[in-house]
């Protein structure tokens, strides 16, 4: 019996077999319409596998948080020799039994400060918040992040893509996640006590872009700015020196 020539989706002509060709004009239509129904299908399976692989492509891109690692931990080119040391830090010493900073303050544990966490998919930072003070709106681009109120009371908030506010009241022992990319903020209502709270990352190195710094004190220009808030050149120039370093 006479193998039949198989379809494939390339370049080359599909030729079908000679006997086809001394079929009466009805039964030549008919095997037409069934090889072009075969390439129609084929081309079909062929384009949702297609689109099924790059969504599982983009699916994993989207939930990838630090890169995967092939080895147990991270030694940087200049530590020479690693033991218990390697994995202690002890940055957040100085905080016990310290005075409230007048200002508020955050203490990092981060990649920076913690070389040991490269690669590990994690990072502390400790919220000092003296009375009626506040973290001022940012994101953290490359995490979520978990806050734990230790001690006193916290306004907190973020804001969705869509524009919607989210807040809280925290009391002592309350948790909150703010996801990861949105703007948020936290605020010491509190006229007089302070507040502490400990936050962890997804991210070695979560990184932080503060609204206001980004906007007024990196070098935009007034016009942009003014045009942007709708406002004058001469509020922008007095957002901007209330930013700038005090001497």
């Known amino acids: 019996m006479q193998n039949l020539t198989i379809f494939h989706i390339s370049s080359y002509p599909i030729k079908a077999p000679h006997f086809i060709q001394h079929f009466s004009p009805s039964k030549r239509r008919s095997k037409q319409i069934e090889s072009n129904l075969y390439l129609s299908n084929s081309m079909a399976i062929h384009k949702a596998f297609l689109t099924v692989i790059i969504s599982v492509a983009l699916s994993q891109m989207a939930m990838a948080g630090d890169p995967n690692i092939l080895t147990d931990f991270i030694v ?21 039994d310290a005075a409230p900073p007048t200002v508020f303050k955050v203490s990092k544990a981060s990649l920076v400060e913690f ?13 000092q918040f003296p009375a009626s003070s506040t973290n001022p709106p940012h994101t953290h681009p490359r995490s979520a992040e978990l806050l734990f109120l230790v001690d006193g009371s916290l306004q907190v908030g973020f804001v969705d893509t ?3 506010l989210f807040t809280q009241s925290l009391q002592v022992g309350d948790l909150f996640v703010f996801p990861k990319g949105l703007v948020h903020f936290q605020f010491n209502a509190d006229p007089q006590k302070t507040a502490l709270a400990i936050s962890a990352f997804g991210s070695a190195n979560a990184g932080t872009v503060s609204l ?22 001469a509020t922008i120039q007095a957002l901007k020196a209330g930013l700038a370093p005090k001497p």
């Open 76 to 96: 940087p080119s200049n530590v020479t020799s690693v033991d218990g040391n390697f994995f202690t830090f002890t940055g957040m010493r100085a905080l016990v």
């Open 162 to 164: 869509t524009n919607k």
């Open 115 to 127: 070389p040991s966490l490269d690669g590990q998919s994690v990072s502390y930072a400790v919220l």
């Open 212 to 233: 206001p710094n980004t906007l007024f004190t990196s070098g935009i220009d007034d016009n942009v700015l003014a045009i942007s808030f709708k406002t004058d050149v």
